[in-house]
């Protein structure tokens, strides 16, 4: 046994890096004896990702290309791309290691806020951000306000016009009519959260004449991103919610869809 077990683990792990596990869980399932359990949990994932594509092609979303007219005004909306969320161990709702979805959430998300720097189109970010005394529902307390964790993540958001601490005020509305938007492109985290909140919130708010001259929302599918949190880990703890990353990704996005946004997969000039 011991002459196999090895190669078949070095297979296991090539095939299954398993990014999401925290590294205490993998040294776990790594230093057990038994092949048959690193067999059974080798099909369980097979079995997971198996029902994942089931789901997804129940809940089919079409996305498109969306080519930004220069006609009209554009304006990027970041939802909460900021340390607490997106920099590895930056807080408690913060990435415990490397996510290849939220790294190319940034990626793209700096090449748009460029992209419209360079044009001089209007950006508006949105900042988690709270006091120490405030507590967020059903969250453990983070992003408090001055700290590292409501900070934009490094690099990246250096020239934006202005931004938001959510404390309900009408910034936003000012900012759509200030600068005439027709079209935002929303970005950030989380896809099933925040920026399906804030989709919900914008469409429902053109819909009851709140937004002029605001037409369109556009949400940019490889610019958001969400947090992985495994049915094996949240099934061992208090009132733990299973939060399967690309799964809820995908179910943000088909909301917003529902809602009215349209989903891009790739955004660009003409
Ligand atoms: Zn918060």
Redesign the pocket.
């Known amino acids: 046994m011991l002459v196999t077990r090895r190669p078949i683990l070095r297979q296991f792990c090539r095939e299954h890096p398993m990014p999401f596990l925290p590294v205490h869980v993998k040294e776990q399932l790594f230093s057990r004896k038994s092949l048959i359990w690193v067999d059974m949990h080798h099909q369980l994932l097979k079995m997971v990702s198996a029902t994942i594509d089931i789901l997804k092609k129940e809940l089919h979303l079409e996305q498109e290309s969306v080519v930004l007219s220069e006609e009209v005004v554009n304006g990027l909306v970041l939802v909460d791309i900021i340390n607490g969320f997106c920099t590895v161990g930056a807080g408690p709702l913060a990435p415990r290691e490397p996510n290849q979805q939220m790294t190319g959430m940034i990626e793209e998300s700096v090449r748009l806020t460029r992209l419209f720097c360079e044009k001089k189109w209007p950006i508006f970010a949105f900042i988690?951000s709270?006091r120490p005394d405030q507590s967020?529902h059903p969250?453990p307390p983070?992003?408090v306000s001055g700290s590292d964790e409501s900070n934009f993540v490094p690099g990246s958001m250096e020239k934006i016009d202005g931004s938001m601490e959510k404390d309900g005020s009408n910034v936003f509305i000012d900012w759509i009519k200030t600068n005439s938007i027709k079209s935002i492109l929303v970005v950030g985290v989380c896809t099933d959260i925040c920026v399906l909140d804030f989709v919900c919130s914008a469409i429902s708010a053109i819909n009851h004449g709140f937004l002029n001259p605001l037409e369109e929302v556009v949400v940019y599918s490889n610019g958001c991103a969400t947090f992985d949190f495994p049915t094996e880990i949240a099934q061992n703890i208090k009132h733990g919610l299973a939060h399967p990353q690309e799964l809820m990704h995908h179910v943000g996005l088909y909301m917003a869809k529902e809602r009215g946004a349209r989903i891009a997969n790739k955004v660009s000039l003409p």
């Open positions: 988690d709270h967020e969250y983070h992003c």
